[in-house]
T-cell receptor
Framework: DAGITQSPRHKVTETGTPVTLRCHQT?????MYWYRQDPGHGLRLIHY???????DKGEVSDGYSVSRSKTEDFLLTLESATSSQTSVYFC??????????FGEGSRLTVL | AQSVTQLDSQVPVFEEAPVELRCNYS??????LFWYVQYPNQGLQLLLK??????LVKGINGFEAEFNKSQTSFHLRKPSVHISDTAEYFC?????????????FGQGTELSVKP
């Protein structure tokens, strides 16, 4: 299995609170991604990173920010969580071919 | 930009029957294509991928897919399914000009194999 760890795996929070999800990899891959998975929508890309301090927006980036200060860590932050951000969040890593390796997911519930 | 459409949201099938999960894509550039599988409460894992070469691609667990450029399709097939194949399947596309190969996913197809 690819060395990808997501934390926390489960979180319940209240509307308006900040939340940070962490993705840690041991594969030294250059590219890292955050996706959200919702029924009927498949996986949608939130943000991605192509190197330390190099990030870009995906298709559903509003309300989210990311940071990558080290190759192995990619953080996803919800500055002020809303109920619409209740979802399962997946981190993924890849090399240049585009084959993604996924973490186990983080289930976030915003009340 | 690319997009992916999985034509069936749910596919029920009996054990040992053949199955086809359909995927169409659109893109203005050449593409890489992927099928991923997600078992309950797990992340996604790669079934197979098409990067170049032969249009018939074989993957894990007896699955195969055929890239049809003229029909912009990448349908997934298995000649005889097992109960253990019950899962959600995602088709994904990446333009070959995409930096880092970020993928666009379809909505998913739930395969339910019944005894």
């Amino acid at each position: 299995d690819a060395g990808i760890t997501q934390s926390p795996r489960h979180k319940v929070t209240e509307t308006g609170t900040p939340v940070t999800l962490r993705c840690h990899q041991t594969e030294n891959h250059r590219y890292m991604y955050w996706y959200r998975q919702d029924p009927g929508h498949g996986l949608r890309l939130i943000h991605y990173s192509y190197g330390v301090k190099d990030t870009d927006k995906g298709e559903v980036s509003d309300g989210y920010s990311v940071s990558r200060s080290k190759t192995e860590d990619f953080l996803l932050t919800l500055e002020s969580a809303t109920s619409s951000q209740t979802s399962v969040y997946f981190c993924a890593i890849s090399d240049h071919t585009g084959e993604l390796f996924f973490g186990e997911g983080s289930r976030l519930t915003v009340l | 930009a690319q997009s992916v459409t999985q034509l069936d949201s749910q596919v029920p099938v009996f054990e040992e029957a053949p199955v086809e999960l359909r995927c169409n894509y659109s893109s203005s550039v050449s593409v890489y294509l992927f099928w991923y599988v997600q078992y309950p409460n797990q992340g996604l894992q790669l079934l197979l991928k098409y990067l170049s070469g032969s249009t018939l691609v074989k993957g894990i667990n007896g699955f195969e897919a055929e890239f049809n450029k003229s029909q912009t399709s990448f349908h997934l097939r298995k000649p005889s399914v097992h109960i253990s194949d019950t899962a959600e399947y995602f088709c994904a596309v990446s333009g070959i000009d995409n930096q880092g190969g970020k993928l666009i996913f379809g909505q998913g197809t739930e395969l339910s194999v019944k005894p």
